[in-house]
C-alpha cells in the first residue's frame, strides 16, 4: 500500500518523533478517573431525573413500591399469620429489609440488560464500558439514599431513638452498594453473550428474598447452622448488621450471630470481595468487544 | 496509523442461551470472518483536513470506529498525539423526555467535557444552535432540524485537537448548512486536525487538504481531493465485472452485411479511457468490418446517460454522405472527436452502421461500451457548457451611499 505524503518528507526507516499513544481500543474504566466519575454520575443523574419528573407523582411511585410491599407483608405476618417475632420494632425491621432487597433488586435487575439498552451509546462512543452498569447503581443507590431517610422517619415515629449506631449507615450502605456493582457488572457483560442470563437472575432473586431474613428476622429460623449458612450472604449480613446497629441493639449483631465467631463474621466480607474481583476481571476482558458482541 | 486490519466474526448460527452453550459447546465455533479493513495505513499531520470516501461497505465508519477507540484493532496499532472527539453519530445519548439543558450536558459529558465544561457552554451552544426560544421544550417535541441542529452545536463546542466525523454535512436548512460550512471553514483556520468520512464528494473537495479511498476493506489509494474524488466516481458508476459479463449478450439488431467489432473511447491525449475528464476533447471509436459491399454506408453514434436520456448523437449522414465503398473483409474505423461537455456521470455509447439514407440498419450495438465523465462540481444538469458569469452594479450610486454588502468569494477550482 503506498501512501503518498506530499506534505512533509517523513522518512520511514527513522523512528517517528511524537505521534503520541496507541488506542487501545474499548476499555472497562480508563486512565482517566475523572472522566469515568463524571460520566457515571451524569447518566445516574440524569436516569433519575426521569423517574422523578416522569410522571406526575414522581417520586411518590417509587416511594409506593416498598411500602405496599411493607403494608402487604405486615399485615399477613402480624395479623393473619399470628407471626410472633420477639424483636423489638419489627415493622421497622420489616421495611428496612424491604427496602434494602429493593435497592439490590432494582440495581441489578436493571444493569443485566444495561448494556444492550444502551447500545446507542456502547456503538458510537468512545468511553469506559463500565459507566454503564454502574450508572444504573448509582441510580439505585440515590433512591436507597431517601428511602433511607423513609426508614429513619419510620424508626423515630415507631419509637426509635437516635444513637451511635447509626454511624454505621454510611458503611452498611457502601458494602450494600458494593455488593450491587459487583452483581451489576458480572450479568451485564454475561447478558452480552446469554440472553438467558435475566430469567436466571429473575429466579435467584425470587430465592434471594425468601433465602434472607427479610420480612422474618434471623433469629425465627431457631437452627443456628443454617442461621450462620443464611447470614454468608453478604445481602443478609448487611441486613442483620443495619438491624442492630441502625433499629435496635437487641438484634444480634453479625457478629454474635455467628457466634462470636470473627474467622465466620469475614466470610461474607470475603465472598463480596471475591465477587467484585472475578466481576471486574470479567468484564475487564469482555469490554474491548461489547460493542461488536451487541 | 499502520497496518490496521479489522475483521468481524460473522456468527453463521449465533448462540445466544446458556442452554444452548450447554448442549452444543463445540457448535459456537461456526462464524465465517468478514475483513472489514485489510493493512490500511496513513499519516495524518497535525493541523491537515483529511476526507476518507468509499462507497457503502468500503469499511469507513468501522475505520473511523477504529480510530475513535470503539472497536478493537485486530492487527496494526493507530497512535494518536493529541485530544480527539469522534462523531460518529449526532446527539449520542439524546434522551427525548428532558429538555435541552439536560440534553446538552448528557451528550457534552458523553462527547469528552466535563460537566461544569458543558454546562458553562450552554448559552452559546443554544445560540448557535438558534433553539433560544424551544429551550424549556422536551426534545422529544423538536422537529428532526432542531434536532440536529443541537447535536451539530454541541459536537463544535467541544474543543478537541482532533475531530472524526462522519457524515454530518447534509443537515438542516441552507442557512444553518452555511454557518456548518463557517465552522469547517474555521476550524480549518485554527489548524485543527480533521478527519472527515462522507459521500459528499463536493465537501471532501471544497475542505480537505487529502484524501482517503477506500474500497472493500482496502486502501485503494491517497491524494489530492479532486483526483481521489475521480476515482470514486469511477468506482461508484464503473461497471461491476458481473454486470460487464451479463451485458455481453447485448442487445444487437441490424440486417448485417457489417458487424461493429469494437468500439471505444480515448481521452486527450490519444490513449484509450475508460473515463474522460469534463471540458477536455475527447474522442469516441468504433471499428467496423464489413461482411459485404456496401456503397456509402453510415456511421453513428449515440450516447445515453444513466437515466437513459439521449444527450448526445453524432452520425455521418449530414456531415459527409459520401463515406465511400467498402467490399466485403474491408474494416472501416469511425471516430467522432467533441469536447466533453457532459454532465459528470456514467454513459452508454450505442454505435450503428446503416445503408446509406440512415433507414436500414446493418448492426447496431446497443450500449455497446460505457465510459465515466468525472468532475465533481455537477450542477444537476444534463451539460455543463463552459460559460462566463459577471455581475455588474446597474444602480450607479455613490459608494458611499449605502453599505457596501460584500459578497463571499465562491471557491473556484
Known amino acids: ?294 | 496509523m499502520e497496518n490496521v486490519s479489522k475483521a468481524f466474526r460473522v456468527p453463521t448460527e449465533r448462540v445466544q442461551t446458556l442452554k444452548e452453550t450447554a448442549l452444543h459447546p463445540f457448535r459456537r465455533k461456526a462464524f465465517h470472518e468478514f475483513v472489514a479493513l485489510r493493512d490500511v495505513s496513513f499519516d495524518v499531520a497535525h493541523g491537515e483536513f483529511l476526507g476518507i470516501v468509499g462507497r457503502n461497505g468500503s469499511g469507513k465508519s468501522t475505520l473511523l470506529k477504529c480510530m475513535a477507540g470503539i472497536y478493537r484493532v485486530d492487527n496494526g496499532g493507530i497512535y494518536v498525539d493529541g485530544r480527539l472527539s469522534a462523531f460518529i453519530e449526532l446527539g449520542v445519548g439524546f434522551n427525548p423526555d428532558l429538555p435541552a439543558r439536560d440534553n446538552v450536558l448528557i451528550n457534552g459529558t458523553m462527547l469528552g467535557l466535563s460537566p461544569r465544561e458543558a454546562s458553562r457552554r450552554y448559552d452559546s451552544i443554544l445560540d448557535f444552535a438558534e433553539l433560544r426560544e424551544f429551550e424549556t421544550l422536551k426534545i422529544k417535541n423538536y422537529s428532526s432540524g432542531m434536532l440536529v441542529r443541537l447535536a451539530f452545536s454541541v459536537m463544535i463546542h467541544v474543543d478537541a485537537d482532533i475531530l472524526l466525523v462522519d457524515e454530518v454535512l447534509a443537515v438542516g436548512d441552507a442557512a444553518f448548512q452555511q454557518k456548518c460550512f463557517d465552522e469547517f471553514y474555521r476550524l480549518k483556520d485554527e489548524n485543527r486536525t480533521v478527519i472527515l468520512v462522507t459521500h459528499d464528494m463536493s465537501a471532501v473537495e471544497r475542505f480537505c487538504d487529502r484524501a482517503v479511498l477506500l474500497h472493500k476493506g482496502d486502501m485503494v489509494s491517497t491524494g489530492e481531493p479532486r483526483r481521489i474524488g475521480m476515482e470514486y466516481l469511477e468506482l461508484n458508476f464503473g461497471r461491476p465485472e458481473a454486470a460487464a459479463a451479463a451485458a455481453s449478450d447485448e442487445l444487437r439488431s441490424g440486417i448485417g452485411g457489417a458487424e461493429i467489432v469494437e468500439a471505444w473511447f480515448e481521452d486527450v491525449t490519444g490513449a484509450r479511457a475508460s473515463m474522460l475528464e469534463l471540458e477536455r476533447d475527447c474522442r469516441f471509436a468504433a471499428r467496423v468490418r464489413f461482411t459485404r459491399a456496401v456503397d456509402h454506408p453510415v456511421f453513428a453514434v449515440t450516447l445515453e446517460n444513466a437515466a437513459h436520456d439521449k444527450v448526445f448523437s453524432a452520425s455521418t449522414q449530414w456531415q459527409h454522405a459520401e463515406t465511400g465503398r467498402f467490399e466485403p473483409g474491408d474494416e472501416a474505423l469511425f471516430h467522432v472527436q467533441f469536447t466533453n461537455v457532459l454532465a459528470p456521470g456514467r454513459y452508454d455509447a450505442t454505435p450503428a452502421v446503416a445503408l446509406r439514407g440512415g433507414t436500414a440498419s446493418l448492426d447496431v450495438r446497443e450500449q455497446f461500451v460505457d465510459v465515466v465523465v468525472s468532475g465533481t462540481h455537477a450542477s444537476g444538469a444534463l451539460l455543463e457548457l463552459p460559460y462566463a458569469s459577471a455581475v455588474e452594479r446597474t444602480d450607479a450610486q455613490p459608494a458611499a451611499a449605502e453599505p457596501v454588502v460584500a459578497a463571499e468569494p465562491e471557491v473556484e477550482r
Open chain 1, 1 to 294: 500500500m503506498s501512501v503518498e505524503t506530499p506534505t512533509e518528507p517523513a522518512p520511514p526507516a527513522a523512528p517517528q518523533p511524537a505521534r503520541g499513544p496507541r488506542i487501545s481500543g474499548p476499555v472497562a474504566i480508563g486512565v482517566d478517573a475523572r472522566r469515568f466519575f463524571n460520566l457515571t454520575r451524569t447518566l445516574a443523574v440524569t436516569e433519575f431525573k426521569l423517574r422523578f419528573f416522569g410522571s406526575a407523582l414522581g417520586y411518590l411511585w417509587q416511594l409506593m413500591r416498598p411500602l405496599l410491599l411493607f403494608g402487604v407483608l405486615y399485615v399477613v405476618f402480624t395479623h393473619v399469620l399470628k407471626f410472633n417475632s420477639d424483636s423489638a420494632y419489627y415493622p421497622v425491621a420489616l421495611l428496612s429489609g424491604i427496602v434494602i432487597f429493593t435497592f439490590l433488586s432494582e440495581a441489578t435487575s436493571t444493569a443485566v440488560t444495561s448494556l444492550v439498552d444502551r447500545e446507542p451509546l456502547v456503538r458510537k462512543v468512545q468511553f469506559p464500558r463500565l459507566v454503564i452498569p454502574l450508572s444504573v447503581v448509582m441510580t439505585a443507590l440515590m433512591n436507597l439514599g431517601l428511602n433511607t431517610i423513609v426508614v429513619v422517619v419510620f424508626l423515630l415515629l415507631n419509637g426509635g431513638s437516635v444513637h451511635w449506631g447509626w454511624l454505621e449507615i454510611p458503611f452498611l450502605l457502601a458494602l450494600l452498594a458494593l455488593f450491587a456493582a459487583g452483581i451489576s457488572t458480572l450479568l451485564s457483560a454475561l447478558y452480552v453473550r446469554y440472553r438467558d442470563i435475566r430469567p436466571v437472575w429473575e429466579v435467584l432473586l425470587q430465592m434471594m428474598f425468601y433465602g434472607t431474613p427479610i420480612f422474618y428476622t434471623i433469629d425465627v429460623i431457631g437452627n443456628k447452622t443454617i442461621e450462620r449458612l443464611m447470614l454468608l450472604n453478604p445481602l443478609a449480613a448487611v441486613i442483620q448488621q443495619f438491624r442492630h446497629a441502625v433499629i435496635d441493639p437487641s438484634h444480634p449483631s453479625l457478629h454474635s450471630a455467628m457466634g462470636g465467631n470473627w474467622a465466620l463474621t469475614a466470610v461474607p466480607f470475603v465472598i463480596l470481595i471475591v465477587l467484585v474481583v472475578v466481576a471486574y476481571r470479567y468484564f475487564d476482558k469482555e469490554a474491548p468487544l461489547i460493542a461488536e458482541d451487541l
